[in-house]
Each structure stands twice: as C-alpha cells, then as structure tokens.
C-alpha cells in the first residue's frame, strides 16, 4: 500500500480519512522544516500538503519515492513547481474552492477593525460599559480598495458592494469588463491607496506581488485607513507596517498572514490595540474544507491511476 505525509494543518483529517479509504496509509503530522519534511517524506508515494510546508528543491530531491503532491488552496508559493516537474512528480491543489470563505473573512477582519469589536468585547469582558469606549467607525459609505482582482478579491468586491461602498481594484491582469459585475473601478495601485478607507490585499504571491505593500505604500493611505491582509504575509513589509502602525500613518489591521507563520507571541503585532490578528484560517470553514479535500482527493487518485486531475486542478502533470 502506497503511504501519504498529511500536514497536520489539512483538517478535518477526519474528511481525509473517509475520502483515502483504504487505498493509502496516511501518516499524520511533521514541523515545517525542511528537515523533518526530508524525514517524513522517507518512503512516502503523496504528500497532501497546505501552504505551511517548504516544498523546496532540496526537498523534492531528496523524496526519491515521491509520486503526487496534493496542495489545498490557491497558492503554490511554498512549492517548488520547476523541480517537481523536472523530477517528474504531479503537483494537484485546489483553486478557487475556497474563493468565498476568504472573501467572507476579509469583510469579517474590516467590520472588526472599524467598528472596534475585539476591544468592546475586551472592555465588558472587565466589567466596563459602552461609556468607555471611543465611538467606532462605519464602512457604509466608505471607499473600499480591493488590491488583487481574482477568485477572492472578486469576491470581496462583490460583498462590500452590498455595504454601499464605492469600491476601487488593482490588479495588472484584468481589464475594465472583468470588473463591471461589481462595479469596482479599476485604477492603479497610487491612485487606490490614496482614496480607499480600507485596502484589502487579496493578491497571489509572486516575486511580483512581494513586498508589494512597503513603506512608500504605507505612506500614501489615509491616516484614518485600515489595512487587512488574507492573502500571504510577504505581500506586505511587515517592518513598514509595524512602523506605520506605531506613527499612525494608518489606523488599524487586520490580519491572518504573515512572513513568519505561526506568528510568534512576542510579535509586535500583538501589542496594537488596533490591530486583530488571527492564525491563517481565512479559507477553513467546514464547508470549504470539506468541499476542498474531496476534490484533492479525487485530483490525487487521479493521477495515481493515470486519469489525471481536472485541468484548473493540474499545477504540474503527472505521467504514472
């Protein structure tokens, strides 16, 4: 029987488990280390994989039985594609599946920040009243910066557009019909921080899009601008963010990636009371997960069986 590595971030494992059957042994749970990665991935056929795990060269060159990696989401940042296609091992993940749930969150991380929800809930929490409170601030009504205009920042668009916001996009990928759905007006990225109350980033991880939000971004946003971030931590200089917190040049984040994940405790982020912050869980309702791992699981046995996965599912083909 073929074995799979499962990173132990890939829950529910109990969908995993019923979707697998009987036709891999599954072993559950390794650090995300390039080391232990070698180490676990001994002897291993598949690799079902979030974007926790270094998928790197070194890696991949050292998994000789490797067969099929299995990525859920979108991103593919944390795996080496180049390698896995020039050692001949399929790489499958799942675009798009979980488009809503993080769009859903990057409204939910908005509404928390403005309207200072945390911080009430904190405040009655130690015996204190509405009183105590500075008054929040609305997004009815606001300008709303959409930064990446795919399956999510799409998505995202088209929720804020039910809170009467005007909603502006950047993205150099699109074109002007691609966002008339939504209403969202496409403009470039100077233009869209400097206008919007709130910027969300929404866009992939590339060498393009890193370090896409730095300091001289920073400093064109509203001081009265929030920023919320559900794509990848390196699309955003964490040390410029920091600062531009720490000057007020902005007035708050919200945030659910970072460069460094997990996100250590003695993070400056969690010293903010503007701030929320939250462990990469954008995309992980029960509905989106389930849904997601299905159809991995499908996509892997796929290729397994010389099928092949669904061509939007195909990052790198496998020929068994």
Same mark, same amino acid.
């Given at each position: 029987?073929?074995?799979?590595?499962?990173?132990?971030?890939?829950?529910?494992?109990? @969908?995993?488990?019923?979707?697998?059957?009987?036709?891999? @042994?599954?072993?559950?749970?390794?650090?995300?280390? @390039?080391?232990?990665?070698?180490?676990?991935?001994?002897?291993?056929?598949?690799?079902?994989?979030?974007?926790?795990?270094?998928?790197?060269?070194?890696?991949?060159?050292?998994?000789?039985?490797?067969?099929?990696?299995?990525?859920?989401?979108?991103?593919?940042?944390?795996?080496?594609?180049?390698?896995?296609?020039?050692?001949?091992?399929?790489?499958?993940?799942?675009?798009?599946?979980?488009?809503?749930?993080?769009?859903?969150?990057?409204?939910?991380?908005?509404?928390?920040?403005?309207?200072?929800?945390?911080?009430?809930?904190?405040?009655? @929490?130690?015996?204190?009243?509405?009183?105590?409170?500075?008054?929040?601030?609305?997004?009815?009504?606001?300008?709303?910066?959409?930064?990446?205009?795919?399956?999510?920042?799409?998505?995202?668009?088209?929720?804020?557009?039910?809170?009467?916001?005007?909603?502006?996009?950047?993205?150099?990928?699109?074109?002007?019909?691609?966002?008339?759905?939504?209403?969202?007006?496409?403009?470039?990225?100077?233009?869209?921080?400097?206008?919007?109350?709130?910027?969300?980033?929404?866009?992939?991880?590339?060498?393009?899009?890193?370090?896409?939000?730095?300091?001289?971004?920073?400093?064109?946003?509203?001081?009265?601008?929030?920023?919320?971030?559900?794509?990848?931590?390196?699309?955003?200089?964490?040390?410029?963010?920091?600062?531009?917190?720490?000057?007020?040049?902005?007035?708050?984040?919200?945030?659910?990636?970072?460069?460094?994940?997990?996100?250590?405790?003695?993070?400056?982020?969690?010293?903010?009371?503007?701030?929320?912050?939250?462990?990469?869980?954008?995309?992980?309702?029960?509905?989106?997960?389930?849904?997601?791992?299905?159809?991995?699981?499908?996509?892997?046995?796929?290729?397994?069986?010389?099928?092949?996965?669904?061509?939007?599912?195909?990052?790198?083909?496998?020929?068994?």
């Amino acid at each position: 029987m073929r074995r799979a590595l499962v990173d132990q971030d890939l829950q529910p494992d109990e @969908e995993l488990r019923k979707r697998v059957g009987g036709r891999l @042994e599954l072993d559950i749970g390794v650090e995300a280390t @390039e080391e232990a990665v070698i180490e676990a991935l001994d002897g291993a056929s598949v690799l079902f994989t979030t974007s926790r795990l270094p998928i790197s060269e070194r890696v991949l060159e050292a998994a000789d039985e490797l067969e099929v990696i299995g990525k859920i989401g979108t991103g593919l940042d944390n795996v080496d594609l180049d390698a896995a296609s020039e050692l001949g091992i399929g790489v499958t993940y799942t675009p798009g599946l979980n488009a809503a749930a993080v769009a859903e969150y990057t409204v939910a991380l908005t509404l928390a920040v403005s309207r200072s929800i945390l911080q009430n809930d904190q405040l009655l @929490e130690a015996g204190g009243w509405r009183n105590e409170t500075d008054l929040s601030t609305s997004v009815h009504g606001k300008t709303v910066g959409v930064v990446g205009f795919g399956d999510i920042g799409s998505r995202v668009a088209a929720f804020f557009s039910g809170l009467t916001t005007d909603i502006l996009t950047y993205d150099p990928y699109v074109f002007d019909e691609d966002t008339d759905i939504t209403g969202a007006e496409l403009t470039d990225l100077n233009d869209l921080l400097e206008r919007s109350d709130i910027v969300t980033v929404n866009a992939e991880l590339t060498a393009e899009t890193e370090a896409l939000i730095g300091a001289s971004e920073l400093d064109r946003m509203q001081e009265s601008a929030i920023l919320v971030n559900t794509a990848r931590g390196p699309v955003v200089s964490e040390s410029a963010l920091i600062d531009a917190l720490e000057t007020g040049d902005i007035a708050g984040a919200g945030l659910d990636v970072f460069e460094t994940e997990p996100l250590p405790r003695d993070a400056p982020f969690h010293d903010f009371d503007n701030v929320i912050a939250t462990p990469h869980v954008a995309a992980t309702t029960t509905e989106s997960r389930t849904h997601s791992i299905d159809a991995l699981v499908d996509s892997v046995f796929g290729m397994l069986d010389g099928d092949g996965a669904p061509e939007r599912y195909t990052a790198v083909e496998y020929d068994s």
